[in-house]
């Protein structure tokens, strides 16, 4: 790997002093790698060693471990995560029932850590500008089986204007030089030069303008970076606060890493077990009400008016066949979830989330089925959100099995004929149909793996 820049490290001497030495020797040693439990604690021992402090859920990996080759991984029951890149979402804090917009959030770690904060309720608004990368953002998603987001692909400056006030609590985790990340990503460290950081402040502060837009009076920002330079930090910060008068810090304390200043925290990896963060936690002045609560009651307004009565109804009917050939039950979110029709295909959006016609919408809530001339079929985001206990049928299937199943093999076992929930150590995996026999294998081939034991 390339060494570190003479500029950079000089950088760095401005703002460490005496302590530069210890900081360059952790830039050259390894990764804080880690993940974040899910839904499965059990299925993430065999590779961790010791807790992140600051996250829930958080756990360092052992040395040698290969968890992204695991069943459970693709089964989603921990998100692979760096264990500073925790720290954002941590200091946001959603809660159930709150309005949460994550403005740049692929791949998705930070979104789905919220998205379990929030146990479902409420809506998470996960936002990423490039198509590819939201792409992925909804993949992931998808695979935790979280139920209670959209995806969005637009500029945070549309955003703003579209929804002005309108979310409880907003996280901008702002694209940066990337320094944090020079020890796990070497193209970061060769990529770097020193006009970046420059060149990143001003993108940045476009996106903290319309960002401040997005929030409701009383709601909070969170603003974080995984660099190290004062201006993409700090002064980012400041100069937020000198144009945005009812906006001011919000002292927190994280676990591990002591107590904010001005609202504001540094990772440092030469003094904890973590890469480069840089964490600011604002709030905004005004009453703390949550002024989408009217939505609701909007929506049932253009009801009364007659507006999508037909699909409504339709909606009902398609979820009845659902129920009688493959779904016992839906999650909870899911069935308080606001139905509608994209393509053929019936999702589940959160009956919170803000209205995003007209906007790029990448995954307009879970895909609960889709209409094939007069039948449905089950969509795997439905499998993924499911419980075993959610669905009318279950194989629950070895690991053997279940790695033959992932890499796209039906499979000759006996069962009751019909939509099948495919299963490994209560895990979902995906759908199969009984027929015959054997288990036909419905994995959506673009997500087919052969993983090695």
Not at 115 to 131: K, Q, T
Not at 145 to 166: D, K
Not at 212 to 221: K, M, N, S, T
Not at 263 to 288: C, H, I, K, S
Request: aromatic residues 6%; charged residues 25%.
């Amino acid at each position: 790997m390339q060494t570190l820049f003479p500029e950079f490290i000089q950088s760095m001497r401005a703002l460490l002093g005496a302590e530069t030495d210890a900081f360059v020797r952790a830039m050259e040693g390894p990764p804080a790698l880690a993940l974040r439990v899910h839904r499965c604690a059990e299925a993430a021992l065999p590779f961790i060693e010791g807790a992140v402090p600051w996250a829930e859920g958080g756990f360092y990996l052992r040395d040698g471990a290969r968890p992204g080759a695991s069943l459970a991984h693709w089964a989603g029951a921990f998100y692979l995560q760096e264990a500073s890149a925790m720290l954002p979402a941590a200091v946001l804090s959603a809660r159930p029932g709150e309005r949460v917009l994550d403005l740049c959030a692929a791949p998705g770690g930070k979104a789905s850590q919220m998205a379990l904060a929030m146990g479902g309720e409420g809506a998470l608004v996960a936002n990423e500008i490039d198509p590819a990368r939201a792409r992925v953002l909804a993949g992931n998603l998808e695979r935790l089986g979280v139920c209670n987001a959209v995806v969005t692909c637009e500029t945070p400056a549309r955003l703003a204007a579209r929804w002005p006030g309108a979310f409880d609590a907003v996280l901008v985790d702002a694209p940066c030089s990337g320094e944090g990340m020079f020890r796990r990503d070497a193209d970061t460290r060769a990529q770097w030069n020193p006009a970046a950081p420059a060149g990143c402040q001003k993108r940045q502060t476009e996106i903290l303008d319309a960002a401040a837009r997005l929030v409701r009076p009383g709601g909070r920002l969170v603003y974080s970076t995984c660099t190290f330079n004062a201006l993409e930090n700090e002064q980012s910060v400041r100069g937020f606060l000198a144009r945005h008068a009812d906006f001011s810090p919000w002292e927190f304390v994280a676990p591990g890493l002591g107590a904010s200043e001005g609202g504001m925290l540094r990772v440092w990896p030469q003094r904890v077990r973590g890469d480069g963060q840089f964490v600011a936690r604002l709030r905004r002045a005004g009453e703390a009400e949550a002024l989408w609560e009217n939505a609701p009651q909007r929506g049932a307004a253009r009801a009364r008016r007659g507006e999508k009565a037909e699909g409504a109804q339709d909606a009902r009917n398609l979820l009845e066949q659902l129920c009688a050939t493959a779904v016992r039950a839906l999650p909870e979110p899911l069935s308080r979830a606001r139905m509608h029709f994209v393509g053929g295909r019936l999702f589940a959006a959160p009956a919170a989330a803000p209205d995003t016609d007209g906007l790029r919408v990448i995954w307009p809530g879970t895909a609960l089925l889709r209409a094939e001339k007069n039948r449905v079929e089950p969509e795997h985001a439905l499998a993924m959100a499911l419980a075993p206990r959610q669905a009318l049928r279950v194989a629950p299937l070895g690991e053997d099995e279940a790695r033959a199943f992932l890499a796209g093999e039906s499979l000759h076992r006996a069962g009751e004929p019909g939509w099948t929930l495919v299963a490994c150590a209560g895990l979902p995996l995906g759908w199969g149909k009984q027929v015959d026999g054997a288990l036909k294998n419905h994995l959506p081939k673009g997500l087919r793996k052969a993983l090695r034991a």
